[in-house]
């Protein structure tokens, strides 16, 4: 299998996801750099090999252009007798964000629950300012909004690098150089337990599962229960018929098979 990430390689969390996996694997790990570019990889991948392509494909509710993605690579899909199986994740962030609710980083619990528990986040006390406001257009922002306001500068994720311990919880065991007196001993290995406890489906090289391997017929039972996860976020936001929800925005998606 083949499995490609609309993510930058480069990204904090795509580089801590890589660490759970051997250099030689770790390597074969295709990145589009966004999702605008993985139509044309997921293309040329058919066209040069014949293996089955796995996608982990941010499918954000409330953001209507990831639907229409998810729409192109199904048609792909269908149309090369399924090699495409399209994992449809609400982002990583969320993902990571559920590893991080009880760790040491975590400096503040405002508005986690409300990302965890996919609720409406609209009126949520985490958008504070104006700046914040305009900053969180869909849910993924505000999964965005959490690691960059939530946690310590070691684990923040804001892009900015503006200290020196920036993004260090991810790539080091606990107590670091970096310390402060409330920080207490943690093994990368168990930060990374955690975050991969959260996927439904990871590649199966990695430290965690000793190789096992899961069924192709497997592999699309996880496709389709994240499609369902998906519909029913869609629905559940529809359904609230809150003010701030633009309804044109929200579209549902329907399995490949």
């Known amino acids: 299998m083949i499995f490609v990430f609309e993510d ?3 990204d904090i969390i795509s580089r801590f996801f890589r660490k759970a996996y ?12 966004g999702n605008g570019n993985i139509k ?14 796995v996608v982990y494909l941010d499918t954000i509710p409330g953001n209507k252009e990831t639907a229409k993605i998810y729409k192109a690579l199904r048609d792909i899909s269908i149309k090369s007798n399924y090699r495409v199986i399209i994992l449809p994740l609400v982002c990583m962030e969320y993902y990571l964000i559920k590893s991080l609710r009880d760790s040491q980083v975590m400096l503040s619990h405002t ?3 409300i990302c965890i528990n996919k609720e409406l986040y609209f009126d949520s006390p985490l958008i504070s300012t104006l700046e ?40 080091a065991d606990c107590l670091c150089n ?19 406890a959260q996927f439904d489906y990871t590649p199966a090289e990695g430290v965690f599962n000793n190789g096992k391997k899961i069924c192709i017929n497997e592999l699309w039972d996880v496709h389709r229960k994240l499609v369902q996860v998906y519909n029913d ?25």
């Open 8 to 10: 930058n390689k480069e």
């Open 22 to 33: 051997p250099e030689n694997i770790a390597d074969t790990f295709i990145y589009a750099k």
């Open 40 to 53: 044309r990889i997921v293309q040329k991948l058919l066209e040069s090999t014949d293996d089955e392509i």
């Open 111 to 113: 508005g986690v629950d």
């Open 132 to 171: 914040d406001r305009v900053f969180v257009k869909n849910f993924e922002k505000y999964c965005k909004l959490i690691l960059i306001k939530n946690l310590k500068d070691c684990a923040s994720h804001s892009g900015k690098t503006t200290v020196e311990c920036y993004g260090v919880y991810y790539f």
């Open 178 to 196: 970096y310390r402060d007196n409330g920080c207490v001993q943690e093994i990368l290995l168990n930060k990374l337990r955690s975050f991969f």
């Open 233 to 257: 976020m869609v629905e559940y936001y529809i359904s609230s018929k809150n003010d701030a929800i633009n309804i044109s925005q929200y579209a549902k998606i329907k399995v490949i098979k």
